[in-house]
């Protein structure tokens, strides 16, 4: 069944939580082994699930940023590196494609490759010495124009989550002799474009987020899609599926430690765990947590789904307080989860140890907190003045 051949969100939700039931029995496997989950992505792409993102007009379903929410929180649900790789894909297709970005020609061939074939897009920016590129850094990477009339780039980028699946890279890169910073859609075929398997670390080692390396990569004209400056971004309502993912795992923490409590009946005491008053208390700040969590990051996609460009583009306080707050208590909710479970939530069999290690990682995406709390400052003065 295709989720595209689906009418209510609730139909397409159901279906998503049939597809990525088995993410959770081979989540462990993949982080133990650091292996990528390439059944997971070939399954979400036999339902059809990377193209509903894509505008109607352009043959996708174009559902809203909520839809895409639900959708990346089922999958966090069951397994947090799916969920956060394909995310990206979503979220970068719906914004080119809401916002015409591209060339019409250019992202109508893209998305009939992504409705065909189930391709997948993810953009590759940071570089070893510019860091995080909502910081500003200028990419070493560069574009020069080709005697051919294209383009000839080289450079290296990290943290290129699914390079192992990629079928295009949104790579930016300093144009030669200009100051100019283009955007550079490169086909994975491209002569020259190979992947250095540098992922190491121990959170979301399924991401297969290896350095994507580029030796004269040649491209075509068309292939320059846009120009960006660096450190200056416009208000992007799809990052939230970043806070969407660690809210997924989170409930899969809290599901797993409530379970347990409730199963749990040492010979010490009559009944379960659950039943203990400093059990309970943590399992109703689980609940809190998830509450204020859901209400919040959702509250802010409808209103971003619902607004004109001219509300939205006064949202990145909103955007940004959003990810800091999910993200934040998704880490106190683990925590909580193992507090409840104790030492066994150690154990190397255990997923909450993969949970604490996966939820962290969402501190370290963007938008970075210290940027946001600044931005939430300047938005409390200007309205005070």
């Known amino acids: 069944m295709k989720i595209t051949d689906l009418n209510t969100i609730e139909e397409r939700i159901k279906l998503m939580e049939e597809t990525v039931r088995p993410f959770t029995d ?39 940023l909520y839809e895409m929410l639900r959708h990346q929180e089922t999958i ?24 015409n970005s591209w060339k019409d020609e250019k992202y109508q061939e893209f998305a009939t490759d992504v409705i ?21 850094g200028k990419p070493e990477t560069t574009a020069r124009k080709s005697d051919e009339g294209g383009w000839v780039i080289t450079g290296r980028k990290t943290f290129t989550t699914m390079a192992p699946i990629l079928s295009y890279f949104l790579v930016s890169a300093s144009i030669d002799g200009t100051d100019q910073v283009g955007n550079f859609l490169v086909k994975r075929e491209c002569q020259g474009v190979t992947i250095d ?27 320059l899609v846009g120009y960006l400056t660096p450190g200056k971004k416009s208000p992007a309502g799809w990052l939230l599926h970043i806070p969407a993912c660690y809210l997924g ?59 004109s460009d001219e509300v ?24 909580l989860a193992m507090r409840i479970t104790g030492a066994r939530s150690l154990s190397k069999q255990n997923p909450l140890q ?31 003045s």
């Not at 949202?315 to 909710?333: H, R, T, W, Y």
């Not at 604490?356 to 200007?382: C, E, F, S, W």
């Open 249 to 307: 795992i989170a409930k899969a923490a809290q599901a797993y430690a409530v379970n347990f409590a409730t199963e749990y009946s040492p010979n010490s005491i009559k009944g379960t765990i659950s039943e203990l008053p400093n059990v309970k208390q943590k399992i109703g700040e689980m609940e809190l947590r998830v509450m204020q969590s859901s209400s919040f990051l959702y509250d802010v996609a409808k209103k971003w789904d619902e607004s």
């Open 312 to 335: 939205r583009a006064s949202m990145q306080p909103e955007l940004g307080a959003a990810k800091l707050s999910v993200v934040n208590q998704a880490v106190e909710i683990v925590d």
């Open 116 to 136: 065909k074939t189930g391709a997948l897009l993810n953009g590759a920016a940071t570089e070893p010495a510019t860091g995080s590129p909502t910081r500003g």
């Open 26 to 64: 081979r989540s462990n496997e993949h982080d133990e082994n650091g292996t990528f989950p390439f059944e997971n992505f070939n399954e979400l792409k036999e339902i059809g699930y990377p193209a509903i993102t894509i505008p109607q007009k352009y043959g996708g379903l174009g559902i809203s």
């Open 76 to 99: 966090a649900q069951a397994d947090g590196a799916t969920a956060l790789s394909i995310g990206w894909h979503m979220g970068i297709t719906k914004h080119n494609g809401d916002n």
């Open 354 to 384: 993969r949970h604490y290690r996966d939820v962290r990682a969402g501190i370290h995406n963007p938008p970075m907190d210290d940027m946001t709390i600044m931005q939430l400052g300047d938005k409390a003065i200007a309205q005070n």
């Open 197 to 223: 398997e540098t992922w190491d670390s121990i959170a979301m080692k399924a991401t297969g987020s290896h350095d994507l390396v580029l030796t004269d990569v040649y491209v075509n004209d068309d292939d």
